[in-house]
């Protein structure tokens, strides 16, 4: 149950997006405290306060959940949905207004897949209409994914995103509809 704030922008506490998403708090927590989901709104700031999180974040979530399921580490899952939000600006470039997930969410939306391939890249696929989806990126997972002393270092900036991707030969895929979710969740509003 969305609450509505003063700029009339919908926002969630982990109960109420825990409850949304059908999963358990913990689950959440365990995604927010390793940085794979950043709340956008307001961080836990110590014991007895809470996170509150954006549409964007149960998006985010959503992902993770899915990519999660599907046994992909949480390091690698905090990776992807950080190249998402590098994704989200490139192609809002290219097509004026695109913003997630309200963009995904609404009649005739865009059908927008996240790639994780057997090459250890990272692909977006974008159809704007029906079977002509163009893919975008082929990163190199292993050059986001940050870990141990340099963990606190920031990741590096994104290039490319916006670029169609060659084409590759991949023989296995994981493949999560970004789409699928921001509709099953009503996170066009």
Known sequence: MPIMSDQQCAEWTLSEAARLLGEPQHRMIYLCEKGVVQ???????????????????LLEFGVALRLRELGIPASVIGAVLYVLRGFERAIGKKLSGFKLPGSLAVAGAPELKVIVGDDQRLYFSLELSKGKAKTYGGISIQDLVVSGDDADQPKKPLRGLGKEAKPGRLLAKVEVSVTGIAKEFGLGA
């Open 39 to 57: 709340p956008d709104l307001q961080d836990a700031e110590g014991r007895g306060s809470s996170r509150r999180f954006s549409a964007r974040n």
